[in-house]
Nanobody, 122 residues
Framework: QWQLVESGGGVVQPGGPLRLSCAAS????????RGWFRQAPGKEREGVAC????????NYADSTKGRFTISRDKATNTVYLQMNSLKPEDPAVYYC???????????????WGQGSQVTVSS
């Protein structure tokens, strides 16, 4: 069964960086669109960023633009979310996702990772 396995979450000080990784085990035809979502306590899940197979990038969360960068390594089928200048409003469970055809800020992704907790604390 095709799975998305996340790693890299943890505790970071305000202003610090953190990188999340999402490795895809196996291969499922055409599920090449990869995204990151996050959900903070008491809030709705929101799209953060998405990347297409050709490298096209969509940044959905205004609060993370300029600080978070999505990238992918096609050779290892791994997607990354580099988070810089982390703020007190960034803590959440971060999920990597996959779908077909095109990026979307909606939650219509067929595959989801298990979630990685990101905590910002001094």
């Amino acid at each position: 069964q095709w799975q998305l396995v996340e790693s890299g979450g943890g505790v970071v000080q305000p202003g610090g960086p953190l990188r999340l990784s999402c490795a895809a085990s196996g291969y499922t035809l055409n599920y090449d669109i990869r995204g990151w979502f996050r959900q903070a306590p008491g809030k709705e899940r929101e799209g953060v960023a998405c990347i297409s197979m050709s490298g096209g990038i969509f940044n959905y969360a205004d609060s993370t633009k300029g600080r978070f960068t999505i990238s992918r390594d096609k050779a290892t089928n791994t997607v990354y979310l580099q988070m810089n200048s982390l703020k007190p409003e960034d803590p959440a469970v971060y999920y990597c996702t996959a779908r077909r055809y095109s990026c979307s800020p909606s939650m219509e992704y067929e595959y989801w990772g298990q979630g990685s907790q990101v905590t910002v604390s001094s």
